[in-house]
């Protein structure tokens, strides 16, 4: 007579915070994704934080070859990945050793047991096994035998050895989804989809998942199911994004909305590169992409192309931005259109490639010879990337100008669910190109509205030629000019015209109180965990406000007005201090910095915890 296991006892949370982490071949990058994802349709408010090792090929085992996913989901509105984390599945000891301090007191611990044998401790540096030596009593330890259960379950399927040990990955994934009462289905239909042409293999990994789940519901030792229930979102149609996705989808909306081909010159670099590879994915959008040879060919085919006429855009990060610089000069001096992306990784050098930072700002600000001014956006979230590339478009093709748009890796990886704008939410992007001379009269390329734009011409528009270049130009006619008093005058010029799009920008926004004890100033990938810590020190009653920049260059034209509100400023950065020392040359303020620079994002209670000594 069939028997059925009775259900498992469930307890309500309001949010969770799950962590994938094993080696660079495990697909950690995968399970977290598909575990998103499945959390995103079910309702939750999501965040992540993918991490990836910054070896290529590192040593399997090893901690430097560890690879991580982190997901937090809630039924309220979230703005960070987590501070800790409530349940973290390490798939070998490596894995453990890397990640096991951010796992808080009485947290889940699941560990692929069969990893832990006497190689793999040693690679991890371990001289005991922490699965058997009481060093893990502070937490919910679960040692399951993950590649023996993953064999067994698609011994039937037809494949080597080797190729069922990938399938690891789909048993801890169906063990996770169980413990937090995640649908099998959205992951069986991503199976269906994308191993559909090896049959074996759908039906391995659809195996594999199916008996984690199973594992979770039988194992006597794992004894409660965890709920979180869906958030009370914005109502729309939502759909889960990430970071770069979301910039590219910017770009090709930007293009569309102002009648423009797309072309982005780029090279290879991480965290940049995906930018490069959606965008050639979509070439039935009227899209152009252009992968050079180097970072020098990157930048000036997009000079090339917007004075072509197109929507023109290059995308790097910090080390490929350097080598963009004289190219950069090139754009200002010119007066053309185009975007800048920088997504910014740890520097200098190659520096951490594959992690976090927010160093290149003075870069964006400065970096370049001369005097020579670009406006400087930056992105506060993955969802947010899509509004910027319009915003930072229309200032550029407004103001006849090259525009920085600063993002950086935790923005870029990063996911979370965003609202699919309607067509008819979103504003066109009006230009106008002068048309051909008609009555024989002179052009003058350099001849200004009152933004102090000058025209942009489409070359082969009759009796419109005219000469660019990286030569000093006479204001007006654009003839070549060696005079000391116009060279003067047109860096002042380029440098009002950037300074004159404050006039054009949104007066800045403050959250909370107009004055107080202590305000907050943000920027980029800090406004989470920086909205969350002052939110925080709110409701405890403290006199704290919180404003977070986007437009770096020029200033909110009321940004000054905030800052003299307060008795401190606050300015946490991943960096060393750059926003706030500019804050303070500009507005002649004492402002304390919260710095860091290890390739992690700020937690919440780091930022708390400062709030907390500065208002004391």
Not at 180 to 193: F, K, M, N, Q
Not at 294 to 315: K, R
């Amino acid at each position: 007579m069939a028997t059925t296991t009775p259900p498992k006892p469930v307890t309500n949370l309001d949010e969770a915070t799950v962590r994938f982490c094993g080696d660079s071949g495990d697909g950690m990058q995968l399970a977290g994704t598909q575990f998103t994802n499945t959390s995103a349709l079910l309702g939750n408010d999501v965040a992540t934080f993918p991490d990836f090792p910054a070896e290529i090929r590192a040593p399997r085992g090893t901690r430097a070859g560890v690879s991580g996913f982190q997901i937090h989901f809630s039924s309220n509105e979230i703005f960070t990945p987590g501070d800790t984390v409530d349940a973290l599945v390490a798939m070998n000891p490596a894995a453990l050793a890397t990640n096991l301090a951010d796992l808080r007191q009485g947290g889940i611990l699941l560990l692929n047991e069969d990893a832990f044998e006497k190689k793999g401790l040693e690679q991890a540096g371990y001289t005991t096994n922490p699965a058997e030596d009481g060093s893990l009593e502070g937490y919910k330890l679960h040692s399951v035998p993950m590649t023996k259960l993953t064999r067994l379950a698609v011994e039937d399927c037809g494949l080597s050895q080797k190729e069922a040990d990938r399938c690891r990955n789909f048993f801890a994934m169906g063990l996770v989804f169980w413990l937090y009462g995640r649908s099998l289905e959205p992951t069986l239909r991503y199976i269906d989809s994308k191993f559909g042409k090896r049959p074996e293999v759908a039906q391995a990994n659809t195996a594999a998942l199916k008996a984690g789940y199973h594992y979770g519901e039988t194992v006597e030792a794992i004894s409660t199911q965890y709920h979180v229930a869906p958030a009370k979102l914005t109502p729309g149609t939502y759909r889960n994004i990430i970071g770069n996705q979301a910039l590219a989808w910017g770009l090709l909306t930007a293009a569309h909305m102002s009648a423009k081909q797309l072309f982005l010159g780029a090279y290879p670099i991480t965290p940049a590169s995906d930018i490069l590879h959606e965008l050639a994915k979509h070439k039935n959008f009227n899209v152009l992409t252009f992968q050079a040879e180097d970072e020098i060919a990157a930048m000036t085919s997009t000079i090339g192309a917007a004075f072509a006429g197109s929507m023109s855009v290059t995308a790097s990060s910090g080390p490929g931005i350097a080598l963009k610089g004289e190219g950069l000069g090139l754009a200002v001096i010119t007066e053309l259109p185009m975007l800048v992306i920088n997504v910014q990784r740890g520097g200098p050098s190659t520096g951490l490639p594959t992690k976090t930072e927010q160093s290149d700002l003075n870069q964006a600000l400065f970096g370049r010879n001369g005097e020579c001014p670009m406006p400087v956006l930056a992105a506060r979230s993955p969802g947010d990337c899509f509004d910027i590339a319009l915003e930072a478009w229309k200032l550029a093709v407004a103001y006849m100008t090259p525009v920085f748009v600063l993002t950086d890796g935790y923005i870029a990886n990063g996911s979370e669910p965003w609202r699919i704008p309607a067509l008819s939410e979103i504003p066109k992007i009006p230009i106008t190109h002068p048309g051909p001379s008609a009555n024989g009269d002179r052009f003058s390329p350099y001849q200004r509205d009152d933004k102090l734009s000058r025209p942009w011409a489409i070359p082969g528009t009759p009796g419109l030629e005219h000469r660019l270049g990286g030569l000093e130009k006479q204001d007006g006619s654009g003839n070549v000019s060696y005079d000391p008093n116009n060279h003067e005058h047109m860096c002042r010029l380029r440098a009002e015209k950037v300074a004159n799009m404050a006039n054009d920008i949104p007066l800045q926004e403050l959250d909370g109180p107009e004055s107080g004890d202590l305000l907050v100033v943000s920027w980029g990938g800090t406004y989470g965990a920086c909205v969350t810590a002052v939110h925080a020190a709110q409701a405890s009653g403290k006199k704290v406000s919180h404003c977070h920049l986007r437009y770096l260059n020029p200033f909110p034209r009321n940004l000054g007005e905030i800052l003299k509100k307060f008795d401190r400023i606050l300015i946490p950065e991943l960096n060393l201090g750059q926003l706030g020392a500019v804050i303070r040359s500009s507005f002649l303020i004492d402002a304390v910095g919260l710095n860091k620079v290890q390739g992690k994002p700020f937690s919440v209670a780091e930022i708390l915890s400062k709030i907390n000594s500065l208002v004391a």
